[in-house]
């Protein structure tokens, strides 16, 4: 049975944050939401394969997307169980195929993830001959899904000290994940995808965190063509998204953004505000003279 959407954070689920007492600038007593972090161990079949931290919601989707991602799930994989043990903070991922990845765990990085994001070393092998769909973005898609992503509620709004990932088709949010690190968030998202044979083709994928080489190549490997984010850029993520064809606009502030890579699909149909048109001339007009 297909999930219904779109699935949107509940930041007031169980588990998720606690409350803290303190004080605030001025020296009143106040007593504020926190973010609770835990482990969460990953196994695929019989083999330990990392640690990560997590907020603690969907850890099928996190186990599985994270497998997906560093490509130890393959397309024609079928997943025969999942078995999660919270008392253990324990994930179990089954699969028909035997599989042994004791060489490639052997080879870890550390990625700019801000929970110290975990991939391995033949990261970039899976981008090789990549081709992603054509598709289109529209600045009249772009303008009102920011608009719609930053105003939901969410544990960033509850309780900050989270980042947040949604799939998007048009300007319609499908899937909304929250984590400590972006890397889960997308992750989850991942797992989302494979669990429920959604096409990235025509998709958008929106983050609240910065736009890395480990975002734009986990991007590329779901086959979605279009990254967005409120956030900036890295170097390498910039020229890994040039390299694969990947759309990638960040600074996406009201009616104002950088595109970096595949402007090709972008289509700039939205009519500008006052403000931005007045912008937008005086540029102009500096860069005559």
């Known amino acids: 049975m297909p999930p219904v959407l779109p699935i949107l954070p509940d930041p007031k689920a169980p588990g998720l944050t606690r409350k803290v007492s303190g004080i605030d600038h001025t020296g009143a007593e106040v007593e504020t939401s926190v973010?609770?972090?835990?482990?969460?161990?990953?196994?695929?079949?019989?083999q330990e394969i990392v640690t990560a931290m997590t907020i603690g919601d969907y850890p099928d989707y996190l186990a599985v997307g994270f497998l997906r991602n560093q490509r130890m799930l393959r397309d024609d994989d079928v997943i025969t169980a999942i078995?999660?043990?919270?008392?253990?903070?324990?994930?179990?991922?089954?699969?028909?195929r035997r599989t042994s990845y004791e060489e490639k765990v052997r080879k870890k990085t550390r990625t700019s993830g801000c929970a110290v994001g975990t991939v391995f070393g033949d990261m970039m092998e899976g981008i090789e001959g990549l081709t992603l769909p054509k598709a289109e973005v529209r600045t009249s898609w772009l303008y009102p899904l920011a608009k719609t992503i930053n105003t939901l509620p969410s544990l960033y709004l509850e309780a900050g000290a989270i980042h947040g990932t949604v799939l998007c088709q048009g300007d319609k949010p499908l899937v909304y994940m929250e984590d400590v690190g972006r890397h889960n968030a997308v992750d989850k998202i991942a797992g989302f995808m494979f669990r429920h044979q959604v096409s990235g083709a025509d998709k958008i994928l929106y983050t609240t965190g910065r736009l890395t080489s480990e975002m734009v190549i986990k991007t590329a490997q779901m086959g979605i063509p279009v990254l967005v984010s409120r956030s900036g850029f890295t170097a390498w993520g910039v020229e890994i998204a040039r390299q694969v064809g990947l759309t990638l606009i960040g600074r996406m502030r009201g009616q104002r953004f950088v595109c970096l890579s595949g402007e090709e699909r972008l289509i700039r149909d939205a009519a500008l505000s006052g403000e931005e048109e007045d912008r937008k001339h005086r540029r102009k007009g500096a860069g005559d003279e």
């Open 83 to 96: 078995d999660y043990e919270p008392e253990i903070d324990t994930i179990v991922v089954r699969t028909e």
């Open 35 to 46: 973010v609770e972090e835990r482990p969460l161990t990953i196994f695929l079949n019989s």
